[in-house]
């Protein structure tokens, strides 16, 4: 049945339409007249009642339940306004909003950057921390007697040289040490005295000439990040840098050959003549401004360059090339620049972020549950690796032998992780003797398995590195599994348990710490000088 208030509204607007149609209406006064009516539809509600639009109009079906009894219109009006307050429950006066009013969500909106960023934060902390806890810290050096102090200083820098030579041929014997570890060196107590002395005694020059990014600007990251961070903690020791020459036991030359094949080198040219033509003119720089250069021909000054061009960027100098000491990452002495027992092979290190060098550091898995014998992965240059790949690829299930690691295996097990899970870890040379993944090995407490004839470890002079690596031929390539299980169990853990022993001593800490690699490579330089020095027979 239709009602009263249905048929007023079609009476209505039937007379409107009629009115319309027949009469002059003014349809420019009628479209304001909507016009404003519309508006005032529209902001009244807004401001005057405490609900949204949406909730009094565009409200949801309401799910009234079967089971409920209504009897009667007032039954059914109390059940609706029930099930009304429940699905919208009355707003507090305080929390109707007004124009100038600040909305509170946008307040949470914007601490969720300070939230995920306090998180972070925090993760980042936690991880240094994680870093941190994987170095064991060295003890505090001895304190010296003044009187021994004074005497010291009392010395030319010559003099000075004597009296450690003479020092560390009378080295007290080293019996038990709490840090060093005796089986990992050649003769602890001759290492233990002249780092001693190095602390005590020397002191470095660093040229100031030179410009930007070659000199004075380090490469923290990369496979050639050692010379880097040898210069970024060099120039800033306050322990061994010198500002005055004539006190001075070493010069160093603050160079980067990452930064100068960078800068000078022509790309696909093939060509590292220029390269030599610019350290060239510098040496000749540096001899004709100071007058150090010219008193020992360049003897007691140092360059470390890790790039595998270091070298031959050198040649078209003699006495670069003879006579100053080279920390090289390319150890070559078949190459006729190298030169063993004068210059010093320097570690090579891969720092993927130089905010956290020790990454990844460390733990390796029991050797029960290590279920790769031998694993290597990398590309195929240089001499080596291809015949690593003719013999052992897909050769043995115990050799896990790829060119670069197929993704996917690598999707399965990491590089790092395939490296951790193995017992040995193959560190054949590239295009040149020097490989990054024996540090790699250390790091990852892998005994690393070097495969590069003519190639002079880093730190051979005090290191004995057979305690904590194989070292093999590359003419025994094809007997390589048969050299590894060959090895007794109770020696390969024995060469682990050394490995983890010698791993701080590679370790680039974010601050330099004693026995570190910073000081055990500036200690092979200071033992190689002193092993140049000449002792009066008187």
Partial sequence: MIGNREIFGVVLMRELLWRCAWKKVDWRKLLFLGVVMTIVGVLVPTYAFPYTVNMWFLSPPLAVSSYVSLNGSMQLREALTQERVQQFPPVSAASVLSPNTTVPSINKRAKIPR????????????SKENDESKVVLPPPRSPIPPRMQRFIWSLSPNDALIYAKREIEHAPVVIDDPYLSAP?????????RSYELMETILK??????????????????????????????????????????????????????????????????????????????????????YPYWNRTHGRDHF???????????????????????????????????????Q?????????????????????????????????????????????????????????KIYGPLPIGISRKMTYVQHMKSSKYCICPMGYEVNSPRIVEAIYYE???????????????????????SVVIAEKDIPKLKEILLAIPLRRYLTMLANLKTVQKHFLWNPRPLRYDLFHMILHSIWFSRLNHVQIPQS
């Fill in 446 to 468: 892998c005994v690393p398995v070097i495969i590069a004839d003519n190639f002079v470890l880093p730190f051979n002079e005090v290191l004995d590195w057979s305690a904590f």
């Fill in 303 to 341: 360059l470390v360059a890790c790039h595998d061009w270091g070298p031959y960027a050198l040649t078209m100098h003699e006495e670069l090339t003879k006579n100053t000491m080279k920390a090289l990452c390319n150890a070559d002495v078949s190459e006729g620049i190298f030169t063993a027992g």
């Fill in 115 to 126: 939230t995920r960023n306090s998180a972070l934060k925090r993760r980042k902390k936690k």
């Fill in 184 to 192: 990992i060196f050649r003769n602890i107590s001759v290492f233990k």
């Fill in 204 to 289: 470095v020059f660093i040229y100031p000439d030179g410009d930007k990014p070659i000199f004075h600007q380090p490469h923290l990251y990369g496979i050639y990040a050692s010379e880097g961070w040898f210069m970024k903690f060099m120039e800033a020791s306050r322990e061994f840098v010198s500002r005055d020459p004539e006190k001075a036991h070493l010069f160093y030359l603050p160079y980067s050959a990452r930064q100068l094949e960078v800068a000078v080198y022509v790309p696909n040219s093939h060509n590292l003549r220029p390269l030599s033509i610019f350290m060239r003119d510098y040496a000749n720089m540096i001899a004709a401004k």
């Fill in 343 to 399: 210059d010093v092979s320097l570690p090579e290190t891969t720092i993927r972020s130089p905010k956290r060098p020790l990454r990844n550091v460390g733990g390796g898995i029991r050797v029960s549950q290590r279920p790769i014998l031998a694993f290597f992965a990398g590309n195929m240059h240089g001499r080596v690796r291809p015949t690593l790949l003719k013999y052992w690829h897909n050769k043995d299930d115990d050799m």
